[in-house]
């Protein structure tokens, strides 16, 4: 049975309780970090660690727990060699519903649970990944990593049942992001381009790094919003996240990028990134 974290207790996953006025329950405060896990450690924490802080602001929840400490631990007692590892804080449990929490603050509801899954070998960095396109009619404020994630549910769930694997957004006309995870394209003249961090898109942690990648592969790199227009005219298009790292896009609403299948630049680029979790 899975060990996760509560509150400070390492418990069986079925003895682990919240309660029912917990914030994040009635009100979606709360907010969260997914760390890919290779070779028996979490990476890239220094970056998940500096957006925790600007996310936990941004919901007004407090918390100084040392998450690393706590993560390794749960790494160790779960025996996990390869997949992700979570956490989330909450604005914590206060005795009765109320939109205004008490003052001082009730304590914030932390938790943490690791997941096994095969990120080198997924099936999807071979076949690449079949998307549609949906109207972003998500919060505003999408730079904070929040459980306010009703929306994406949503679209994936429309896309499943479209026999699309997955959603990009469209808002006024541009790309901002697939449903839980940035997204990029090699344009026409092999330039990666992908959508400024800012309000409308994540600043994900898997994106600095790819980012940081193509300029050393020698790419040139523009962060700006692109047309789906130029989706539809680009030679490659992927995505990037902690929980899947760089995995190609082949098709939007049934229409072919580039050559239908899986781009070179793309390939490189994934290669490159797992070598760079393996030795941080």
């Given at each position: 049975?899975?060990t ?7 418990l ?17 405060q ?12 979490f990476?890239n924490?220094?970056?998940h ?8 602001a941004?919901?007004r929840?407090?918390?100084d727990?040392?998450?690393p400490?706590?993560l390794s ?10 997949g ?9 449990a ?10 001082p ?8 649970f690791t ?13 690449g ?8 009619g998500?919060w505003a404020?999408?730079?904070a990593k ?8 949503i679209?994936k769930?429309?896309?499943?049942e ?14 901002t ?11 026409s ?10 309000h409308a898109?994540?600043?994900?942690v ?12 020698g ?13 539809f005219?680009a030679?490659e ?6 929980g ?8 939007v609403d ?10 070179v630049?793309?390939?490189e ?12």
């Amino acid at each position: 049975m899975r060990t996760v974290w509560l509150n400070g207790e390492f418990l069986p996953e079925t003895e682990a309780k919240v309660s029912i006025f917990d914030r994040a329950l009635l009100f979606g405060q709360g907010v969260y970090e997914v760390s890919p896990v290779l070779d028996g450690h979490f990476c890239n924490w220094a970056h998940h660690a500096a957006r925790l802080e600007r996310s936990k602001a941004a919901a007004r929840i407090a918390d100084d727990t040392d998450w690393p400490a706590v993560l390794s631990e749960l790494i160790t007692r779960n025996d996990l060699v390869e997949g992700r590892v979570y956490l989330q804080i909450t604005g914590g449990a206060p005795a009765d519903r109320d939109f205004l929490s008490p003052v001082p603050p009730p304590p914030p509801t932390r938790l943490a649970f690791t997941q096994a899954a095969s990120l080198i070998a997924n099936p999807a960095a071979q076949t690449g990944l079949k998307v549609m396109l949906a109207p972003d009619g998500r919060w505003a404020l999408r730079s904070a990593k929040t459980t306010q994630l009703l929306y994406s549910v949503i679209a994936k769930e429309t896309a499943r049942e479209a026999g699309y694997d997955d959603a990009w957004f469209v808002e006024d006309g541009v790309i901002t992001e697939q449903t839980s995870a940035n997204a990029h394209i090699i344009d026409s003249r092999g330039v990666l381009v992908s959508h400024p961090v800012d309000h409308a898109v994540l600043p994900g942690v898997t994106r600095i790094n790819v980012i940081a990648i193509a300029r050393a592969m020698g790419l040139t790199v523009e962060e700006r919003p692109f047309t789906t227009d130029e989706l539809f005219a680009a030679r490659e298009a992927f995505v990037s996240a902690a929980g899947s790292l760089v995995l190609p896009v082949t098709s939007v609403d049934a229409k072919p990028i580039g050559n239908g299948g899986p781009g070179v630049i793309t390939a490189e680029i994934r290669a490159r990134y797992i070598t760079l979790l393996r030795g941080d």
